[in-house]
């Protein structure tokens, strides 16, 4: 079948809508995830052990089983008990729920990095543990650990693809209806790989940048 430029600026502007629906995707699962991946890690860390060991579970349950899985089980299972999202919100949830184990282990190494001195300057200056959380440790723990996760979120971005399978219209479930369609896939398709190839090198552009600003990422 050879290359049609007049069928692919035909079909470039429902392409153009499915990258608007992944970046969302992406920015808001990855928001998502940090913010459950900092819950995660600082409950991990609770004096009470039932909560620490509950939570440690939850995490490893969570990336022992696989993204499409869990995109699945709060798509299509979570109605059969009342509660019916949106596809885009119940793959922004999967996304960051599934990447927020991920990036606990993140904020758990930066934290311990955090020199056991400051712990105790904290301590000896009566700060309480909100203050020295939020005026100590954290802001020491978090900008080393920058660099990782956003490696984690490019990661992201590239399994977008599968909210293809909850009915999300990202990239891939675009191309693919276009395809369907018209019969003719090279095109669409080739313009999927094209897209996340200029993305992904504008994203590991701005990693290199973060592991200079920020320190390397351990490999």
Same mark, same amino acid.
């Given at each position: 079948?050879?290359?049609?430029?007049?069928? /692919?600026? %035909?079909?470039?502007?429902?392409?153009? %809508?499915?990258?608007?629906?992944? !970046? @969302?995707?992406?920015?808001l699962g990855a928001a998502l995830a940090a913010v459950i991946g900092l819950a !995660?890690?600082?409950?991990?860390?609770?004096? &009470?052990?039932?909560?620490?060991?509950? /939570?440690?579970?939850?995490?490893?349950?969570?990336?022992?089983?696989?993204?499409?899985? %869990?995109?699945?089980?709060?798509? *299509?299972?979570l109605p059969d008990i009342g509660i019916l999202l949106p596809p885009l919100v119940?793959?922004?949830?999967?996304?960051?729920?599934?990447?927020?184990?991920?990036?606990?282990?993140?904020?758990?190494?930066?934290?311990?990095?955090?020199?056991?001195?400051?712990?105790?300057?904290?301590?000896?200056?009566?700060?309480?543990?909100? %203050?020295?959380?939020?005026?100590? $440790?954290?802001?020491?723990?978090?900008?080393?650990?920058?660099?990782?996760?956003? &490696?984690?979120?490019? #990661?992201? *971005?590239?399994?977008?693809?599968? @909210?293809?399978a909850i009915t999300v219209l990202e990239l891939m479930n675009q191309a693919k209806?276009? #395809?369907?369609?018209?019969?003719?896939?090279?095109?669409?398709?080739?313009?999927?790989?094209?897209? *996340?190839? $200029? $993305?992904?090198?504008?994203?590991?552009?701005?990693?290199?940048?973060?592991?200079?600003?920020?320190?390397?990422?351990?490999?």
């Amino acid at each position: 079948m050879e290359w049609d430029w007049e069928f /692919v600026w %035909q079909i470039m502007p429902t392409l153009l %809508q499915g990258v608007k629906i992944t !970046i @969302l995707a992406t920015v808001l699962g990855a928001a998502l995830a940090a913010v459950i991946g900092l819950a !995660i890690a600082l409950a991990r860390r609770s004096p &009470n052990r039932m909560v620490s060991r509950s /939570v440690s579970f939850f995490a490893e349950f969570i990336r022992g089983t696989p993204l499409l899985v %869990q995109l699945y089980f709060i798509f *299509f299972v979570l109605p059969d008990i009342g509660i019916l999202l949106p596809p885009l919100v119940a793959g922004v949830i999967g996304l960051g729920l599934h990447y927020g184990t991920y990036t606990a282990e993140v904020y758990r190494a930066g934290i311990e990095n955090v020199p056991r001195g400051q712990w105790e300057a904290a301590k000896a200056c009566n700060l309480s543990t909100n %203050q020295t959380w939020t005026r100590i $440790i954290l802001p020491q723990a978090i900008p080393p650990m920058i660099p990782a996760l956003a &490696n984690y979120f490019i #990661a992201m *971005f590239k399994e977008t693809p599968l @909210l293809s399978a909850i009915t999300v219209l990202e990239l891939m479930n675009q191309a693919k209806s276009v #395809a369907n369609t018209y019969y003719r896939y090279v095109e669409p398709m080739t313009l999927v790989g094209v897209f *996340f190839l $200029i $993305i992904s090198l504008f994203s590991v552009g701005l990693l290199r940048w973060l592991e200079r600003r920020y320190g390397k990422i351990e490999r």
